[in-house]
């Protein structure tokens, strides 16, 4: 039954990142829909985001607010579209940003069990759970499900459970593997 599970991708951490270094980028579009007890309705932004190996990465916003995470060469940078057109925005929100990069450019290079912070497992149905080992990060994250998509290298849906009624969960759709993405996107805002 566990061979079952991850059909395309695999079924062992070595068969996961074995899958996913036949990756050499990604492209997809993310719906992110933000639930919390206080809200009639999610908070729902729509965007694209673009991965290429050995590390870059791109994470565009375009509704309701457009904003733009970038991170490449160990460098990350945000950028903020106003009135003024865009701005480049610093601050210690940016350092939580370049963690949560470098974890998702983990995800898409297989590594899904290589952060020490969380015990991860797979499960059926070509999901991993991933649980924060520190009383105190389990403050912020109660857990991290990933559920892959049947097409190898592809990921359907990210679910971020901050507490049982308060969680994110971003979908990827019209996904496309392995296209030459031109490095400058990788650098700044438009």
Known sequence: ?????????????????????????VQADFVQEKHLPILAKPLVSKGVFYYQTPGALRWEYRTPVQSIMVMHAGRTRRFVAG????????????????????????????????????????EPGRRIRMTPKEEA????????????????????SVVIYESEEAFTRMTFSNTVLNTKIDEAIFRSAP
């Open 1 to 25: 039954m566990l061979a079952l599970f991850c059909v395309g991708w695999g079924d062992s951490w070595e068969t996961l990142r074995t899958t996913a270094a036949t990756v050499t980028s």
């Open 83 to 122: 009135p003024s057109g865009w701005t480049e925005e610093s601050g210690p929100g940016l350092e939580a940003m370049q963690v949560v990069m470098a974890e998702i450019s983990q995800w898409l290079a297989g590594r899904f069990d290589a952060n020490p912070m969380f015990d991860a497992t797979l």
């Open 137 to 156: 990060m389990r403050q912020v994250i109660r857990r991290i499900e990933l559920n892959l998509a049947d097409q190898p290298g592809v990921m359907q």
